[in-house]
């Protein structure tokens, strides 16, 4: 059997054919796969990236993300130049004793994430709470100044 393959248009459908060299008859198995040119850079990341939800109020920014089976400890949150910074680490701890693992889906190791705020928001007062996986960061906004009236004095 002769083996071809061979690319097929713009989205780089790969297509395989086997061919028997002894028969004039053709045997087609096509397998379709669709081309991801970020496949190779998405198993190339060293960690993980955590879902975050980023939403405003009228007096406050707040921005949940989700960090499941993780110790407050190991999360860092940093707000420097109008820039949140989270960062961690989930580590692997194997619960079980004797028994091999037949598939691990769950991220680990090391993630960062940044998000640039608006200079509205009051450094001073920003909290933050960790509860059941879910790291809730509130960023209340500074007061907005009143216009002050100025009179003016007649000569």
Known sequence: MTLKIRTLGSFGFSVAVKVPESSCKEVI????????????????????????DVFETDNEIVIKAELPGMDAK??????????????????????????????????????????????????TKVRADYKDGLLKVTLPKKEARKSKEIKIAAA
């Open 74 to 123: 190991d999360i860092d949150i940093r707000l420097e130049e109008n820039t949140l910074m989270l960062k961690g680490e989930r580590r692997f701890e194997k619960e079980t004793k004797n028994e091999s693992y037949h598939r691990i889906e769950r991220a680990y190791g090391n993630f960062s994430r940044a998000f640039s705020l608006p200079a509205s928001v009051d450094e």
């Open 29 to 52: 198995t096509m397998a379709l796969i669709k081309w991801n040119p970020f496949r190779e850079l998405e198993t190339m990341n060293d960690g993980w990236s955590p879902s975050v």
